[in-house]
């Protein structure tokens, strides 16, 4: 399979190739979540650069679920004018699209009250009245980027955040119908993606990201759970599921077997549903690696940040990425705004004059 082969995903929606910018944090927004400039650019710029699928950053769905200042906003009318510019942009700049819905559960620190599994500090245990609001949520956010002009949505189910919370035994010791087995833990995420299927149209691509295994931190996130909640929202309806991971072409970091990851997850899928794979990705032959691993979509985050056209700049037999620190000129003339320049440069070692790296 080549990098540069087009794919048709279940729901009809052809994207050029198999390369996909990442969702990633860029701190660009306004404060109220509505579009600012500096995302468009960055964004668009990456359009324009031959991307098969570009996706948002993480857009919160409502006030409750609002992560960090400058995130986008995916919550409600006064979304929608920036939105729909943003959409026009992207599409215009020859990509498809996609939203990516997010809550941050315990994480949502702008949050006027942070919801949670189970009550704690700073933070309320959700109701079962509180857990079909954020269906609804995630809903009328799908409904939003639809109306908005985006190709699809993908349901943020990764990376410590709400779904996360409900799917980690460390995070999740409910005794009632969301808590206990992993069909218990799983149920939130699983009624969100049926939902979020069922209020869109057919051909509207859904997606859903997943931590399947544990990575930086250990909450009880294992590969063979992992596999099974990826293949049940493959019969939730999903288009594709997007694997977070730390290396795409590894095993679960903290567990003792040389399986894969990324081919234990594609086993386990429905054909019909696209496996996209993220981590580590830097070079070509990294990413026909995963493809051949079983992925169907090869994913890139940092790697788009310093080369916004890594997809015709890879082929060269040459190509490396700039080491790290990167220099802010070359962030910038990439398309990096001041405010998501001062988020990476508190990353330590990713930017001159930034943090320090550890160690």
């Known amino acids: 399979m080549s990098l540069d082969a087009p794919l048709t995903y279940r729901c009809g929606l052809t994207i050029p190739n198999r390369i996909a910018m990442a969702p990633l944090t860029n701190t660009q927004s306004n404060t109220d979540g509505t579009l600012h400039d500096d995302e468009l650019r960055w964004l668009a710029r990456r359009a324009r650069s031959g991307w098969g699928l570009v996706s948002t950053c993480a857009a919160f769905v409502s006030e409750e679920g609002h992560a960090w200042d400058g995130q986008l906003g995916v919550a409600g009318p006064h979304h929608l004018a920036g939105l729909n510019r943003l959409a026009s942009a992207l599409r215009d700049g020859g990509a498809p699209s996609v939203v990516q819905l997010h809550h941050g559960g315990a994480k949502a620190d702008l949050a006027p009250t942070r919801l949670s599994t189970v009550d704690g500090e700073n933070q309320r245990g959700a109701t079962p009245a509180d857990l079909a609001r954020v269906v609804d949520e995630f809903v009328a956010a799908a409904q ?28 999740n010791p409910r005794t009632d119908a969301y808590g206990g087995d992993l069909a218990g833990r799983a149920r939130l995420l699983r009624e969100a993606v049926r939902a979020v299927r069922a209020s869109v149209s057919p051909g509207f691509l859904v997606g859903v990201r997943l931590s399947p295994v544990d990575g930086w931190a250990r909450r009880g996130l294992v590969l063979a759970d992992g596999v099974q909640v990826a293949a049940w ?15 795409a072409k590894g095993p679960p970091p903290h567990e003792d077997t040389d ?17 996209h794979s993220c981590g580590g990705v830097q070079t070509r032959t990294d990413a026909q690696q995963v493809l051949a691993l079983g992925a169907d979509v090869v994913v890139l985050g940092r790697a788009s940040i310093i080369q916004p056209d890594w997809p015709s700049a890879s082929r060269d037999p040459g190509f490396v990425l700039p080491p790290r620190p990167w220099e802010p000129a070359d962030l910038r003339a990439a398309d990096v705004g001041e405010d998501l320049l001062r988020y990476i440069s508190a990353f330590p070692g990713f930017v001159v004059g930034g943090a320090a790296p550890r160690g």
Do not use: C, K
Request: charge should be negative; glycine fraction near 12%; aromatic fraction near 8%.
């Open 144 to 171: 939003l980027a639809e109306e908005a002009g985006f190709d699809g949505v993908e349901v943020h189910g990764a990376n410590g955040y709400l779904f996360t919370q409900f799917l980690a035994p460390a995070d």
């Open 233 to 247: 929202m493959g019969e939730d309806g999903v288009d594709y599921v997007h694997l977070s991971l730390g290396d």
């Open 259 to 275: 399986v894969v990851v990324t081919t234990a997850v594609r086993e386990a899928l429905d054909p019909e549903v696209a496996l």
